[in-house]
């Protein structure tokens, strides 16, 4: 069956299966990746693909591959920053899909790649951001056979399998994030009056802390300059009552704790 003659019920056929292999294996990131070639992506004659994710150094590490050249990787190496203009950054900074359907040419976009050894034929690249409760910390990328022109169904299916996938790579933060959202009442941390209660951006802000993350990377992740996520951990910090960021991440544990409790 061709790509164009593909329903989103075909598509979700492919999600269901996904979700059922996944939830009979325990697996390694690179067996993932060689299925979702193989037979997840197959909708879109998909032929390699790698997995890149945010680290607290304000970078993007490539992780894991599947079917990629080797010389690819020696010549472009492991690490970019977020700064830097690829495809997989521009994924997570807008939180959005990219796609290249010009291979081997990059072309204006991403004049750093043009140079890079790919020979296997691919005309196309999509990298689509992965969501970790509601925060793009990493990306799928996957080269395809075949010219694939933007389209709301192929990445609504994506959008679908990278739910998936971040579902089974962070089911432990998933599930705590879940109990989180259920019970926001008592996420405000135990404070007495409305003055002192963290907003929703501030409680995220917070739960990005306790990840080690910078305020650089946070204002990347949600949106914001660095001052204004600056300014907002002033406020948390003096809403907390805490001198600064290992307290806050401290009293942050220990309230996600005593939740998990309840």
């Not at 990629?68 to 900074?93: I, K, S, W």
């Not at 196309?124 to 022109?149: M, Q, W, Y």
Request: hydrophobic letters at 40%.
């Amino acid at each position: 069956m061709s790509k164009e003659a593909y329903s989103a019920n075909n598509y979700l056929e492919h999600v269901t299966e996904f979700i059922s292999f996944l939830s009979t294996n325990e697996l390694k990131l690179e067996e993932i990746l060689s299925h979702m070639v193989l037979v997840v992506l197959s909708p879109l004659n998909a032929e390699a693909m790698f997995m890149c994710q945010l680290n607290n150094e304000n970078q993007i590490e490539r992780v894991g591959a599947w079917g990629m050249p080797q010389e690819m990787f020696r010549a472009q190496g492991n690490l970019f920053h977020l700064n830097d203009r690829y495809p997989a950054t521009d994924a997570l900074r807008y939180r959005r899909t990219t796609w290249v359907n010009t291979l081997p040419d990059w072309g204006d976009d991403y004049p750093l790649l043009n140079n890079l050894p790919y020979t296997t034929g691919a005309k196309s690249f999509i990298c689509f951001p992965i969501e970790k409760a509601g925060t793009p910390v990493a990306t799928l990328g996957v080269f395809s056979r075949d010219e694939i022109l933007p389209n709301v169904e192929i990445e609504a299916f994506l959008k679908a399998v990278g739910s998936v996938f971040s579902m089974y790579m962070f089911r432990q933060d998933s599930r705590t994030d879940r109990v989180l959202n259920v019970q926001r009442e008592q996420l405000s941390l135990n404070l007495e009056s409305t003055d002192t209660e963290l907003s929703e951006r501030q409680q995220i802000i917070l739960r990005l802390i306790s990840e080690n993350r910078t305020n650089l990377v946070i204002g990347e992740l949600l949106g914001y300059s660095e001052s204004t996520i600056r300014q907002e951990t002033i406020k948390i910090f003096a809403k907390l009552g805490c001198a600064g960021r290992q307290e806050a991440k401290l009293l942050y544990k220990e309230q996600l704790a005593k939740t998990k409790e309840q």
